[in-house]
Nanobody
Framework: QVQFVESGGGLVQPGGSLRLSCAAS????????IGWFRQAPGKEREGVSC???????VYTDSVKGRFTISRDNAKNTVYLQMNSLKPEDTAVYYC??????????????????WGQGTLVTVSS
């Protein structure tokens, strides 16, 4: 059974940093595109970043220069390093497997089952 476990969220002050982890079980993510997504209160789920099997990356405009996605194949885990956090980054963060990073932002439109996510709260 394929399962993702997201972790690393918490409460952080504006300007602070967090590193989120997405641990996969039931399959090997080495050869997959993996995306990070988030859902803020009262808003639709949106794509944040994606890493391809060749380690190329894409980011939504609002996090470029602040967030970094990476993978550790030995640990079957994908990370999202988040720096210079802003209150508008407050959301539940999820990881999932899109068909490709070229269209990862579309995944929330049709993926019905998501993991538990990890809550990030940016507040003073």
């Amino acid at each position: 059974q394929v399962q993702f476990v997201e972790s690393g969220g918490g409460l952080v002050q504006p300007g602070g940093s967090l590193r989120l982890s997405c641990a996969a079980s039931g399959f090997t993510l080495n050869y997959e595109a993996i995306g990070w997504f988030r859902q803020a209160p009262g808003k639709e789920r949106e794509g944040v970043s994606c890493i391809s099997s060749d380690d190329s990356t894409v980011y939504t405009d609002s996090v470029k220069g602040r967030f970094t996605i990476s993978r550790d194949n030995a640990k079957n885990t994908v990370y999202l390093q988040m720096n210079s956090l802003k209150p508008e980054d407050t959301a539940v963060y999820y990881c999932a497997v899109p068909p490709s990073c070229a269209s990862y932002y579309d995944l929330p439109r049709y993926l019905e089952v998501w993991g538990q996510g990890t809550l990030v709260t940016v507040s003073s």
